[in-house]
């Protein structure tokens, strides 16, 4: 049998994302580089190429940094509209209410940056990558605890990884 191999396409303007990603991907041996743009018409254009029944399902990490997020809200929704694509989003937005439209547009994975370790923060990306592969909904302990005060954010059922230490202690001394 052969090995199955997990297929990344990257959006993102920023080169050096697009670069540590790359570098980060040849480290792991069943994640490959799909592809990557730096702009919307191309991402969609080969998504909808891969729509064809015998195509390799990629997941499409998108760096938000640089692009207006009600573009980002635009293009998962077009891409969704036609066929669902796994999506992970690394973002540094602390904006609730985004992030909301990220999980109700059912965007499997949401990776906040921050000022970790760079060593970290990979590890972070590997763990989620191979997670939303699998199936799973990976929001990261950040964006976990952005959105924490909206009542919504308790119906959505989180793999027991993904919550930090603080979560779950708080989950069991409020029960």
């Known amino acids: 049998m052969l090995p199955v191999h997990i297929g990344i396409y990257i959006l993102a303007i920023n080169t050096t994302v697009i670069n540590s990603i790359k570098k980060l991907l040849k480290k792991e041996n069943e994640i490959r580089l799909s592809g990557y743009s730096n702009n919307f018409f191309e991402t969609k254009k080969y998504f909808d190429n891969k729509r064809h029944p015998t195509s390799d399902k990629n997941i499409l990490f998108i760096d938000d940094l640089s692009f207006p997020k009600y573009k980002t809200v635009g293009l998962i929704t077009d891409l969704y509209a036609a066929d669902p694509v796994k ?89």
């Open 87 to 175: 999506t992970i989003i690394y973002t540094d937005s602390v904006n609730a209410v985004y992030l909301k439209t990220l999980i109700e547009l059912n965007v499997k994975g949401i990776v906040h940056k921050n000022e970790t370790l760079p060593e970290t923060q990979e590890r972070i990306i590997l763990d989620v990558i191979k997670s939303v592969n699998n199936g799973l909904v990976c929001y990261d302990t950040k964006v976990v605890s952005l959105t924490h005060r909206f009542n919504w954010i308790r119906e959505i059922n989180y793999p027991e990884q993904i919550i930090g230490k603080a979560e779950r202690k708080a989950e069991n001394t409020s029960v």
